[in-house]
């Protein structure tokens, strides 16, 4: 008897569980767009807004020591697809290593 009138509290208390405990939803919904940017010593830059507001701007490659900038247009435009492929899936930080530059063919 006692259980007949607890078991809709113990079911809504694990649908409320469920709830809080699932992850967030990743970030995809949040609509990531990126530019490119002139950068220092004739080089390229990236600049990634979520929802047209500026959230990460890359003005050096990433994963890299130094303040080069990207050398060509093509290798900015790949890193920063990277990174915005790494945001929308709700990677945070969404760092560039050494091994996914030279994946992408990103000149030293």
């Not at 649908?15 to 992850?23: E, L, R």
């Not at 959230?55 to 790949?78: C, E, K, N």
């Amino acid at each position: 008897m006692l259980l007949r009138h607890l078991f809709p509290l113990l079911t809504a208390g694990a649908v409320a569980w469920a709830i809080y405990a699932s992850p967030a939803p990743p970030a995809a919904s949040a609509a990531f767009s990126y530019r490119l940017l002139p950068a220092a010593g004739a080089t390229i830059g990236y600049e990634i807004s979520q929802q047209n507001r500026p959230l990460i701007r890359q003005l050096t490659v990433p994963g890299r020591g130094g303040t080069q900038g990207f050398r060509s247009a093509a290798d900015a435009d790949a890193v920063a697809r990277l990174v915005v492929t790494k945001l929308a899936r709700g990677l945070m930080p969404p760092a560039v290593t050494a091994h996914e530059l030279d994946s992408l063919g990103v000149a030293p």
